[in-house]
């Protein structure tokens, strides 16, 4: 028989891309989705006849378990939550319900319902902050900047507490940033690719972003759900860093994405307002040692950060071609 998978955030950028993984492994693809009437099926517009909805919601304990039982899962994906960095400095408590106690509420109703589902957590990051060694690694100390990156670390333990505790088969993926033309338009890499398509187009004039000098450790959304599915078949459960293992800047990302389009003198188009995009604590130097998911999971990245932005930024231009 088809095995069974349950994935909460099917609807974002890593749901979507997972459930078209799985659909191709032969799973049986069920997602979870709150109640709404506003709900956005575009990340899964092309598979939405292959998987199965199913309303559920990360606040509501009993909907989880009604999942569950529903279902009858082999692998649960919560990669549900309140993602974006910076609204969670605006609506701190908003983050925790659903980042950190989410992930409780999941791992009660497995605990509950079915002690042999396997489930898999998505970790952050952001959970590393101001970073006390480089390259990270799994051992490397949390110290996390944000109210995201404090509530993926609160989601990060329970999940690992439960392992302990109950036995269960939980997985913590730390995932450093995993980008895809799917990205939402709050997120850097994607405001990037945006305006670069429209400036090139010539509906916009300036492209206005905060300090470009940070480093994150970049690679594509859609090779990172491999290992995310990985994790889920190995023997033992286990937590793992997956990263790319170098780091660009966001001035090498927009000097990049600035490339792809012909435009060599990007600098008159960007604005740099740091002021308006400060937050109150800052990340600046993210880099990943993926070194045990290469060994262990025999799982390495294929997607260079020079396909990844033109691959962002050649979808934006199609888009852009199609919008008046």
Request: net charge positive; aromatic share 10%.
């Amino acid at each position: 028989m088809a095995k069974k998978a349950l994935i909460t955030g099917v609807t974002g950028q890593d749901g979507s891309y997972l459930a078209e993984f799985l659909l191709k492994k032969g799973y049986k693809v069920y997602g979870l989705t709150r109640r709404s009437s506003t709900i956005n099926f575009e990340r899964i517009k092309e598979i939405e006849d292959k998987i199965k909805l199913i309303q559920g919601d990360l606040l509501d304990q009993s909907s989880l378990a009604s999942a569950l039982l529903e279902v009858e899962p082999d692998e649960v994906y919560n990669l549900a939550a309140q993602s974006y960095v910076k609204t969670s400095w605006n609506q701190p408590v908003l983050t925790g319900e659903f980042t950190a106690l989410g992930v409780t509420r999941i791992l009660e109703a497995i605990r509950t319902v079915n002690l042999k589902i396997k489930f898999y957590q998505a970790s952050s990051s952001e959970m590393f902050g101001k970073v006390t060694e480089t390259p990270q690694k799994e051992t490397t100390r949390f110290h996390p900047r944000s109210p995201y990156g404090v509530a993926k670390v609160y989601g990060h333990y329970i999940t690992l507490n439960y392992r302990e505790s109950y036995g269960i088969f939980a997985c913590s993926g730390i995932l450093f940033n995993h980008e895809s033309p799917r990205r939402g338009l709050e997120f850097v890499t994607r405001k990037i690719s945006h305006a670069v398509a429209r400036i090139s187009l010539g509906k916009q004039d300036k492209l206005e972003l905060g300090s470009l000098e940070p480093k994150r450790d970049w690679g594509f959304a859609g090779d990172y759900v491999e290992a995310m599915w990985l994790m889920l078949q190995q023997k033992n459960p286990d937590d793992y860093v997956i990263a790319s293992g170098e780091n660009h800047s966001v001035g090498e990302f927009v000097k990049l994405a600035f490339n792809c389009v012909g435009i060599s003198d990007w600098q008159k188009y960007v604005a740099s307002n740091i002021e308006d995009h400060m937050r109150p604590a800052e990340v600046d130097n993210l880099i990943g040692d993926a070194n045990k998911a290469r060994k262990a999971l025999n799982w390495q990245p294929k997607t260079s950060f020079r396909q990844l932005v033109e691959m962002m930024v050649e979808a934006d231009v199609r888009r852009e071609k199609k919008t008046k």
